[in-house]
């Protein structure tokens, strides 16, 4: 037993304040999310009604209508960002699990990392320029490209981590049993990984589905409903945007109602995900 | 493939920006009109609109981010860590816009009703804090930047500390030290690299995050020494002006203020991944 002198005494005291000091850090911060969760539900349940999912927007200043387009363009947006997004990323992925002291897999492995990190309007700026200018009109295409562009690293990462948790001795078994080594990785080491990238594709696109800076000149955003890739489309986030910086008080509440949508929207993606993810941990 | 966009990005980036890089050359980080109709433009304002906006935001993330991830990681009682670190990671997962509109309703008039009249009452006599209280401005920006970017600082830092060794841990606690000693003496310094990277990695997010800035900070391209004053940040014009820009000089000038973004974000990540990845082995992916 260590005598309680004033020494010992004040470290103590140093580390109960510390602690004390992290934790009110820790609330701090979790005040912001709490207060922002409120105010969206608080806000925006009210607005919530089956006319907002199932109407077109209503004309300037008028209440009424809905967000049933833009919704339905933010699913299509999503959709064509997997399309572009999710093979990149998973062949990427298997790439770098298979090859992983390769020289060109580490430079390959950070710029996904620095690709991960850069401002989503640069995203945008670079569809624009491939797509917008050469086409000349903005388009739901551009919009996806951006988003899938975004996607790329994400899935990339969770398939590289996920596949390299096969256990080598599944791999060495079917390598004896004389299987190619191609067709061990279609056939037994990506069905075996298929939960924890499926986990990753998800999470990826809950991040996209909440961009909005990357579609203000790809997908532009559209009144009225539109199934033309070629041709501007609405996406939730556009609508939330437009409505919040709008002066009409119809359009706020309606801004309100999007937001808590598009966060409910993501919030479930995520859940989802994990659950898959919790699955994959318990395979024996 | 990702070597490839990247490279295609610079390149068409480029491209795209070459005659205002051809007319204003290196005048244009330097001067500050931004006159669409005469045609001439200078990013000063933008480039120090982003500048000081994100470091308003790091001033306040960085410590309170790091207390977190000390909490997390070190102090914390077990059966805490998961829960709260699933809701700081939430944090990240709500959209920028939704702070943005947040932000237009919630906290700026609370800005302008409950922190300018006490702050300009303690502090008014710096010029930091002068100027009429609009609520829009270069405080809210930083504030909501702020919350913005803690999310990364956690889950970077905590990652990098949970990297560090038990045993270093396990020879600070045989010593006697208390868990706070045992966390400044052996957690931290060896996760100091890390702990740097998380930094630069949320100076990234600072610096391109768009949708919620532009929506708070008032979007007036001017200099003021005063936070409270509004400003504009590169790519807040990025996104306000894009559309609307039809003559060949604006789009480049445009582009050629994203390509700067683009560069200076680029290096910043490069550095914050190579300070990360000393510590924890290999670039953590920050999971999100």
């Not at chain 2, 504009?232 to 000038?253: G, K, M, P, Q």
Request: hydrophobic share 55%; proline share 6%.
């Amino acid at each position: 037993m260590i005598a309680a002198g004033p020494a010992y005494r004040r470290r103590k005291i140093i580390n109960a304040i510390m602690s004390a000091a992290t934790a009110l850090c820790t609330i701090a911060v979790l005040v912001p999310l709490f207060v922002i969760l409120l105010f969206l539900i608080r806000q925006g349940a009210g607005s919530i009604n089956r006319e907002f999912f199932t109407h077109l927007p209503g004309a300037a200043g008028e209440p009424g209508g809905g967000m049933a387009n833009a919704i339905a363009g933010s699913l299509v947006l999503i959709g064509l960002a997997g399309v572009i997004g999710v093979p990149v990323g998973v062949l990427g992925g298997v790439f770098l699990s298979e090859y992983p002291g390769s020289k060109f897999g580490h430079v390959v492995r950070l710029m996904a990392d620095v690709m991960n990190g850069m401002p989503s309007i640069v995203m945008g700026l670079f569809a624009y320029t491939v797509l917008v200018l050469p086409m000349r009109h903005f388009s739901a295409l551009a919009g996806g490209v951006a988003l899938g562009v975004m996607l790329i690293p994400t899935v990339m990462r969770t398939t590289e981590e996920i596949v390299r948790l096969v256990p080598q001795s599944i791999r060495e078994a079917s390598l004896a049993l004389g299987i190619p080594q191609w067709k061990t990785m279609v056939r037994i080491v990506l069905p075996t990984a298929a939960g924890g990238i499926v986990t990753g594709i998800m999470v990826g696109l809950a991040r996209i589905a909440g961009e909005t800076a990357p579609l203000l000149f790809t997908a532009f955003g559209n009144r009225f409903w539109n199934w033309n890739l070629l041709q501007p489309i609405a996406a939730l986030p556009l609508q939330v945007f437009s409505y919040a910086i709008a002066p009409y008080d119809d359009w706020h509440r309606q801004a309100w109602a999007g937001a808590l949508v598009l966060v409910a929207m993501i919030l479930v993606i995520n859940v989802t995900a994990r659950s898959f993810a919790a699955r994959q941990v318990n395979l024996p | 493939m990702v070597l490839l966009i990247i490279g295609a990005i610079t390149i068409s980036l480029t491209i795209a920006a070459w005659p205002a890089i051809e007319k204003f050359g290196l005048r244009f980080l330097v001067t500050s009109t931004w006159n669409p109709v005469s045609g001439r433009f200078g990013a000063l304002p933008f480039v120090y609109g982003t500048l000081v906006s994100s470091g308003i935001a790091l001033v306040l993330a960085v410590p309170l981010g790091l207390g977190v991830a000390i909490f997390l990681s070190e102090l914390a009682p077990r059966w805490l860590r998961v829960p709260v670190g699933f809701l700081v990671e939430l944090l990240a997962a709500i959209p920028s816009v939704v702070y943005g509109l947040w932000g237009i309703f919630v906290l700026i008039p609370w800005v302008r009703t409950s922190l300018t009249p006490p702050l300009q009452a303690a502090l008014g006599f710096l010029p930091l804090f002068q100027g009429p209280p609009l609520g829009l401005g270069m405080l809210t920006a930083g504030l909501i930047l702020a919350i913005m970017v803690v999310p990364f600082i956690v889950a970077v830092s905590t990652e990098v500390m949970r990297a560090v060794p038990q045993a270093q841990r396990e020879a600070a606690l045989s010593l006697g030290a208390t868990k706070w000693e045992t966390t400044r003496t052996a957690v931290i310094p060896y996760a100091r690299s890390g702990i740097m990277g998380a930094i630069f990695l949320a100076l990234a997010r600072a610096l391109g995050e768009t949708m919620a800035v532009t929506m708070v900070i008032g979007n007036v391209p001017q200099i003021k020494a005063s936070v409270l004053a509004p400003a504009y940040t590169i790519s807040a014009v990025i996104a306000n002006e894009f559309a609307e820009a039809t003559e060949n000089l604006y789009l480049a000038a445009l582009v050629l203020v994203g390509l700067v973004l683009f560069v200076v974000t680029l290096g910043v990540n490069i550095v914050a991944r190579l300070l990360v990845s000393r510590v924890a082995g290999g670039p953590a992916l920050i999971r999100e």
